[in-house]
Every structure is written in C-alpha cells, then in structure tokens.
DNA sequence: CTGAAAGCGCTAACAC
DNA sequence: GTGTTAGCGCTTTCAG
C-alpha cells in the first residue's frame, strides 16, 4: 500500500462540489458561502486533508521556504542563527532549509544551484572559507533572485548584508587584553579571504595602535579553512609557538576551542600563563578551561533580522534597488564574569 | 525583473525540438540520437538551464528529499548523525531537510505533518523529551508512509529503529564509577518516557545490583525536558546535593554540559570531590573543567544507517514488512585518556 | 456564489 | 528517433 493522501479532487467529489470551490473553500475566499465553507473545511478535516505543497509552489512558482547556507550546523553560531532564522520565518509561515558548505566552496556552490532552482524562494548565506569566487552568485541575483548574506559578507555586492561589529569586537577584546598588561598579543584568524578576518585583523591592529604595541606580522596566523581540520589550527599554534607572546585574540568559534584543546595537550606548561580572548557562541564557555573571555555575537538576532530582510525582498512588489548592511553591536564577556 | 529560471519549453523552443525530446535528452534515455542530446546538452548548459525539481515532484509523486527531526542542532550529537545522514543522503541523490522540535511534542506534531505532506519522501525521527502520544505516526506508517526512528525510539511501533547500546553504556559508565571506589551514585537523566532514559536507568541499576549496591531513588533525578529549559537542570541538580553522593552519572548531551555549569557556579567547593560520567558527543570535551568519563555515541554511524534503511524503505518495490532494530556500541573514554 | 477550463514544468504512454 | 498529449494537484481567470 503505497501512500496516497487525499487530494481536493476527493473533496470535490465526495462533496459534490467542483475543485475550484474547494480550493476557495480552502484559502478562505470571501466568494464562497459560509455554508459551503464549513462544509468543505470539516469533510478535510475529518479525512486529514493537507495541501500538496508541491502542487501549490509549481502554480504559484514559489515554495514559501528559504534557504539558509552556512558552513557548519555543528557551530554554536550558526545553530543560534538557524533559530533565529526559523523564529521569524515560521511565524510568516515560510520553512527553512539549511545546508551545510562544510567551508568548501564546491559545495556551497552545488548547495546555491540546487536550492535556487526554485527549492526555496531565497537564500541566506555565510560564505565559506574557501570561497573566492562569487560571480555565479551575482549572475543569480542580477537575475531577481533574492540573496541576503549574513556573518562572512563579500564586499562587492549589493544586496542585503547583516554582520556584527567586527572591528569593535575585535577591537575590544585586544585593548582587554592590552589593559590587562599584555604587549606581545598574538592573533589566530580564519581564512583571509573572508570580510570577518579583514575587519577583526583591522580591529585588532586598531587596538595595538592606539596603545602603541608595534604590529607584528610574526603574531598573526591564518587558517584557510577556518579550523574546518584540526591539523592546520595545530600548525598554526605550533608556528606560534615559535614565538614569545603573552596573551592571544582568536576570531572564531572553532579556532578558539581548537587553540584550547591544542595548547592544552602541546603545551600545558606555558598555557596558563597566555591569556586569551576569543569570538565564541559556545554557551558552555563557564566550563572552558583555560578559561578565556569571550567576544560574543547577537547570533540569534543576526537570523532575525537577516530573514526579515529576505521576506520583504521575496514578498516586495517590484524589485528592490536600495540595500543596506546591518551591523550588530557585539558583547564582550570578561572571563571573571563568566564564572558568576 | 523578477526571477525566471529557463524551462525545458524555452529549450525546445529553441533548438525546434519538442518538449519530450528535450526531456528525455536530458535524462539521456536511450531512445535519443547523440546528436540530438548533445545538441540539447549543449544548449541547456549554455543557458544555464536547471530542472524545476517542483514539477518534477509533482510528476513522479516524490520530491527526492528526506526529513531528519530533532530537538535540537545545536546538539552535537545531533549535528553528527545529520552530518551521516548526508553522507548517504547526498550520494544517493536525495536532499535532506532538518527540523528541530526543541523538545516540544507539538512542534514535533507541527513539523511530521508539514513534512509528510509530501515535502519528503520518508521522515528520520528521534522524539521529543515531551512527546507520549504517536498515534498521529502509527496512522502515518500504516499508510505506507516510511519512517525510520533513530536514538529516542518508541516501544511499540513496528519500523526500523536504530539506536545506540544505552543499557551497555550506562552500564559501563556506572561500574567504571564503582571500580574508582565509588558508591553513592547519583544519576541525573532525561524525560521518564523517553526509550533512552529507560534503557541507561537499567543500565546504571545492572552495574549497582552487579556490585552489590543498593538502588536508592532519592540518588535519581529526571528532567521533563531533557534540560531544554535550564533551570529544571538547576533544580534537579538542588535536590541532588540534598543528598550525600560521591559520583554522578549524567544520561545525556544536554544534562552534561548543564551539571557541570550549575554545580561549578552553584557548589564549587564540593564539585572537585564528585567523580563524573556521562553521555555527550561534545568534540571540546578534553578543555571541560571539572573533567568527566564520556559515554560518546556513534552519531555519524547511526545517522548513516538510520539514512540507509529509510532510503531502503522509500524505495522498496514492495511495501516491508520485517523490520529489525539495529543497535551501535557506545564507547567509553576515560576522562585521563581526554588528556593526551 | 459556484463551475469550467487553462496552465504552472515536467514525464511518459502512445502515436508515427 | 521524435512528436502529441494527458496529467500530477493546485490556483485563478472567466463565465454564468
């Protein structure tokens, strides 16, 4: 026995009605008797009549869900966001599909061309690591199709953007440090390409300026696939390592519990004697030892308002041509106050 | 200009073909001459022609995608089996759509009913903390709709189920506490109707019976939620210091993370004298303070084979009617081998 | 207030 | 080897 829900056509005929009445019954449409309606409205209930979403989204060329690309679900960022994203979408009555880019940029562009093929009826994105080349992106939305990107922003493109206040967070976090005392402060990023690792690196430069600590470009290493494998963040310790630092600003989610776990084996002995500030959503960061403070992004907020921005270019009568880009005030937690 | 993907009409329209020719070059059938594929293929690729997965469904009554349903993503055990899940997923061509109940019976009531309606072709299903009624899914199944349980598995529902060894788990993990010279154990687990809180309580009182260890119900504490709502951990975690105990078994992700947050702000002078085991799939355990023996669970496995049998089911020429329930071993780390 | 009919983009049975 | 046509389930003119 295969499965086969019913459909309007059994309403119909069970009811002696044609399909469009049904159909109307169904939205609701004033055109249609009370009667009629109530009729229609308790025959679908009593057999569990549910709308073919397929059938609708063909008619109306639109599923009534968006996409939302990110490279790891498994991040407490991303996973605060997606509940953001589904906050907001679900209460305007869209679903949500997430997909997952694992930082590699081949799959990010798979995932874009399948759900833009008319899965879903826009697209959030955070750019992968790896990504480098986002024409095909352009061409798509050149074409209409509404994109908002959120968190790894690209420059050139204009459309909707929603990040957090990069510089300031990373800004904060170095003079934290430098206020606690440090001067040889070392810096663990993400790939260069990404506009979260320009604008923390400027953010942490700023810092160091302003205090008047020399950069040195000996201090600041670069991961190209964010920590996506463990082994380029140990290399990137290891290196190091190689120097003389006392404390270190770390600008992800993954690299900062990946520097503590490193550390923590390869060098337990000089740990506690490095202090560390680190962009992190993880909300078990009270529990972290080495303990470090934190740099912490409105995730969930960035979902909202990032899908907010997505709805009104789907549902927007004629095309929109004024973009914005959002910034989200960032919240840095002291790590003696994490232990309250 | 609105978005308007190109459609097999343009390309027949184009090339002076029919739209069934264009059709079955794309899906390169064999009736097909080569020149007339390539020609099609060509041109299809020149315009950037992508099918409408929609009215593709809509045709074949399927949509090529599955349905995963959690509590939450942000669960790393979780993370890991949907990660399996697309492994397989993926390689056999279908899409995977996430969803997340938060532990609420009727958003997971909400999300089967969206999803079943033809959205996905089969559904992968761990329950809810506060889910006790699935009739709503016996009714579903019976139609001949495919669903595979995973993890939080009900009893009396005739399906492929897969889950990890929980009874062997708790099992090791409480006598691995006695073998430490443990004997006041308490034990701080998830909802009562939960398959998993049944399976890991008789395994943590198969290891006491075992070592001649009284049960004593005052040392056990269940969470209504599986500690969604933080402050249930708390109270829980209160009435346990009420008591006398020396190690602590914590039966889930979740629960874990939030006895060692509660109990290190709230006793931190007793928490160092309290051995600890739980079940978590965390990948930061070894920077986690106060340390703990993890019970992990083959996630990525369990996601795979939970994937594997359903796609079995979705395409099975034959309605099934043998199920089996497939468990994974659970392995247990010792908190002094996270630290090498 | 209700029905008939067209059509969304695709596949496939049936011609030729 | 290719074209014609019907139909998947729904919405929506257009008629009445």
Do not use: C, W
């Not at 074409?143 to 510089?167: A, C, H, L, M, W």
């Amino acid at each position: 026995m295969r499965f086969k829900p019913s459909t309007i056509k059994d309403i119909a005929l069970a009811l002696n009605l044609s399909t469009s009445t049904v159909s109307r019954a169904m939205r609701d449409s004033y055109e249609i008797s009370a009667e009629t309606k109530k009729l229609v409205l308790d025959y679908a209930k009593k057999i569990n009549y549910t709308a073919n979403p397929i059938a609708r989204s063909l008619k109306e060329r639109r599923s009534y869900s968006i996409g939302i690309i990110v490279s790891e679900i498994a991040n407490n960022f991303y996973s605060q966001v997606i509940n953001g994203v589904e906050s907001i979408a679900h209460n305007k009555n869209y679903q949500v599909v997430i997909s997952q880019t694992h930082e590699s940029a081949e799959r990010e562009k798979m995932n874009v061309e399948y759900l833009s093929s008319r899965s879903v009826d826009g697209l959030l994105i955070s750019l992968s690591s790896e990504t480098n080349n986002i024409e095909y992106l352009k061409t798509l939305h050149n074409q209409g199709y509404p994109i908002v990107f959120f968190d790894r922003i690209p420059e050139d493109f204009d459309t909707f953007k929603v990040t957090s206040n990069n510089f300031k967070g990373a800004f904060d976090a170095t003079e934290h440090l430098i206020l606690n005392g440090h001067r040889r402060i070392a810096h663990l990023t993400n790939s260069k390409s990404l506009s979260i690792t320009k604008e923390r690196l400027a953010g942490y430069q700023g810092a160091l300026k302003k205090h008047h600590i020399a950069y040195d470009e000996n201090l600041v290493k670069f991961s190209e696939y964010g920590g996506m494998h463990m082994q380029e963040i140990d290399e990137a310790i290891d290196a190091l390592f190689q120097q003389k630092f006392d404390a270190i600003f770390i600008s992800g989610d993954k690299l900062s519990t990946g520097y503590l776990m490193y550390s923590k084996k390869k060098y337990p002995k000089l740990i506690s004697k490095i202090a560390i500030a680190g962009f992190t959503n993880s909300n078990v960061v009270s529990i972290f030892s080495p303990s470090l403070t934190v740099v912490r992004q409105p995730a969930f907020e960035m979902g909202k308002v990032a899908t907010d921005l997505l709805i009104q270019m789907i549902e927007a009568k004629r095309p929109i041509t004024e973009y914005e880009t959002i910034t989200l005030e960032t919240e840095l937690i002291d790590e003696k106050d994490l232990k309250l």
